[in-house]
Antibody, heavy 120, light 110 residues
Framework: EVQLVESGGGLVKPGGSLRLSCAAS????????VSWVRQAPGKGLEWVGR??????????DYAAPAKGRFTISRDVSKNTLYLQMNSLNTEDTAVYYC???????????WGQGTLVTVSS | QSALTQPASVSGSPGQSITISCTGS?????????VSWYQQHPDKAPKLMFY???KRPSGVSNRFSGSKSGNTASLTISGLQAEDEADYYC??????????FGTGTKVTVL
């Protein structure tokens, strides 16, 4: 059974940085396409970015709000993915989910999410 | 990339059928058959209900069905049940090699 567990959320000041983790079990992170999706309080879902599996180049893609500020990476030895977030602003306040793209252009497994609050 | 447009709320009585629309553009919904739908109960992670417009993952009730015409996709729930009360989001792959989600629809079972 695939399980994704996010961690690393918390309170950070505007302009600060935070690194989120997504620990995976039941899958090998180097063999999966994985996205980060966020949801601001009381709002809808927003795609943040993804990392492709190694055999597809292992490249990353980002939504416009994340480009240049966020970086997705993985540690195969820990079977964990990361979302490094820099230059945070209040609009980045959200629950951040990691999710696998295990079926055709859709997100089949989701973690429980981790809350990031950007506030002074 | 603008969010796909969904009605804010849809309601129905138990046993009735309801349909949620999801309107995009020729760069997303209209361009690809890569529309997916998600059900989200309060304080829970989203759950995949459909992918490739009409494909249901194992375990999803056949009371749910998906379709698409042009730039608009739809999710229909037949035989509405109390447990169907949740938020529903559509999503589409886009020409920018990205994803866009819908604005979300709150389904209320009267």
């Amino acid at each position: 059974e695939v399980q994704l567990v996010e961690s690393g959320g918390g309170l950070v000041k505007p302009g600060g940085s935070l690194r989120l983790s997504c620990a995976a079990s039941g899958i090998t992170v180097s063999q999966a396409w994985v996205s980060w999706v966020r949801q601001a309080p009381g709002k809808g879902l927003e795609w943040v970015g993804r990392i492709k599996r190694k055999e597809d180049g292992g490249t990353t893609d980002y939504a416009a709000p994340a480009k240049g500020r966020f970086t997705i990476s993985r540690d195969v030895s820990k079977n964990t993915l990361y979302l490094q977030m820099n230059s945070l602003n209040t609009e980045d306040t959200a629950v951040y989910y990691c999710a696998t793209e295990g079926v055709s252009w859709a997100f089949d497994y989701w973690g429980q999410g981790t809350l990031v609050t950007v506030s002074s | 990339q603008s969010a796909l447009t969904q009605p804010a709320s849809v309601s129905g009585s138990p046993g009735q059928s309801i349909t949620i629309s999801c309107t995009g553009s020729s760069s997303d919904v209209g361009a690809y058959n890569y529309v997916s739908w998600y059900q989200q109960h309060p304080d829970k992670a989203p759950k995949l209900m459909f992918y490739d417009v009409t494909k249901r993952p194992s375990g999803v009730s056949n009371r749910f069905s998906g379709s698409k015409s042009g730039n608009t996709a739809s999710l229909t729930i037949s035989g509405l049940q109390a447990e169907d009360e949740a938020d529903y989001y559509c999503s589409s792959y886009t020409s920018n090699n990205a994803y866009v989600f819908g604005t979300g629809t709150k389904v209320t079972v009267l």
